[in-house]
């Protein structure tokens, strides 16, 4: 019975660790994909990083969370940080300046 604890903590380790790199790749990936088909002049509108700086992060952050590095290591977790601000951050304000409500 003493050897049974371990082996279950494991499993629960390994599934919480699928979790997050699927979590990690989705987001990653969902942001590489609509900073690339994105024009370029909408990042200088809003006064971000320059296109080219974003698909260069999100593609560097995503390789290297596929080549192993995984989503608990440092570059999995700059890599979802990453994501996250350009999702939460660059791409709302990306689609309010196509849809005609931003300030420029």
């Not at 629960?12 to 990653?28: G, N, P, R, S, T």
């Not at 006064?47 to 969370?65: D, E, H, N, S, Y």
């Not at 192993?68 to 689609?95: E, N, Q």
């Amino acid at each position: 019975m003493a050897i049974a604890a371990p082996i279950f903590a494991f499993a629960v380790q390994d599934v919480i660790q699928l979790i997050l790199l699927v979590f990690a790749l989705v987001v990653q990936g969902v942001a590489l994909v609509h900073a690339v088909t994105q024009r370029g002049d909408g990042f200088a509108a809003l006064g971000t990083l320059p296109k080219g700086g974003w698909v260069a992060i999100l593609a560097v952050c995503l390789l290297l969370t596929l080549l192993g590095f995984g989503p608990i290591s440092l570059f999995g977790l700059i890599g979802i940080a990453a994501g996250l601000i350009y999702l939460l951050d660059v791409r709302p304000g990306l689609r309010d300046l196509h849809d005609g409500r931003g300030s420029w």
